[in-house]
Antibody, heavy 122, light 113 residues
Framework: QVQLQESGPGLVKPSETLSLTCSVSGYSISSGHYWGWIRRPPGKGLEWIVTIYHSGTTYYNPSLKSRVTISVDTSNNQFSLKLSSVTAADTAVYYC???????????????WGQGTLVTVSS | DIVMTQSPDSLAVSLGERATINCRSSQSVLYSSNNKNSLAWYQQKPGQPPKLLIYWASTRESGVPARFSGSGSGTDFTLTISSLQAEDVAIYYCQQYYSIPFTFGPGTKVDIK
């Protein structure tokens, strides 16, 4: 059974960098699939942030690209998100999730972590 | 970006009755190469992550009850819950995975009347 678990600080100060890690169990990141981050601000809908493949190939939401860094650590079966220069608008529940790509395009997110609330406040 | 819209914003349905949620994309999400619509439906309950219900617009994910069905093509899609159960109270989102950036609808909240 594939499981994903987010971890990281729940409180970040404005202008600082948000850092989260997603630990994957039950499946080796090196085996394939794509790994992404999605967030849900309070009272709002879901927003896809970024996706990475184990090779390091990345795909970004243009609206956040300038502030986002994603990396993968295959030895620890983890991938990580960094979001710089955060403001209150970045307060959200952050989810990591798995999806895939194939010759005809992409697939939906089939496995999700439980999510972690990150609050941006001084 | 492909903009996803949903209607209604919320609905209340009696137990055992039908619930219908609509989703529209600002451009077609039909892949001509495989004739499939890159459209998914998710269910999110409070304190839980979204759960994939339907993909390719009409294919139920493994383990999803048969009362959930998806239909539509091109830009207009529908999620139907044929006989609403108490455990179906949730927010439902559509998502296009046709092109980057992947985008979600704003969600439809389903409650019991």
């Amino acid at each position: 059974q594939v499981q994903l678990q987010e971890s990281g600080p729940g409180l970040v100060k404005p202008s600082e960098t948000l850092s989260l890690t997603c630990s994957v169990s039950g499946y080796s990141i090196s085996s394939g699939h794509y790994w992404g981050w999605i967030r849900r601000p309070p009272g709002k809908g879901l927003e896809w942030i970024v996706t990475i493949y184990h090779s390091g190939t990345t795909y970004y939401n243009p609206s956040l690209k300038s502030r986002v860094t994603i990396s993968v650590d295959t030895s620890n079966n983890q991938f990580s998100l960094k979001l710089s220069s955060v403001t209150a608008a970045d307060t959200a529940v952050y989810y990591c999730a798995r999806h895939d790509s194939y010759t005809s395009g992409w697939t939906p997110f089939d496995y999700w972590g439980q999510g972690t609330l990150v609050t941006v406040s001084s | 970006d492909i903009v996803m819209t949903q209607s209604p914003d919320s609905l209340a349905v009696s137990l055992g009755e039908r619930a219908t949620i609509n989703c529209r994309s600002s451009q077609s999400v039909l892949y001509s190469s495989n004739n499939k619509n890159s459209l998914a439906w998710y269910q999110q309950k409070p304190g839980q992550p979204p759960k994939l219900l339907i993909y390719w617009a009409s294919t139920r994910e493994s383990g999803v009850p048969a009362r959930f069905s998806g239909s539509g093509s091109g830009t207009d899609f529908t999620l139907t819950i044929s006989s609403l159960q108490a455990e179906d109270v949730a927010i439902y989102y559509c998502q296009q995975y046709y092109s980057i950036p992947f985008t979600f609808g704003p969600g439809t909240k389903v409650d019991i009347k």
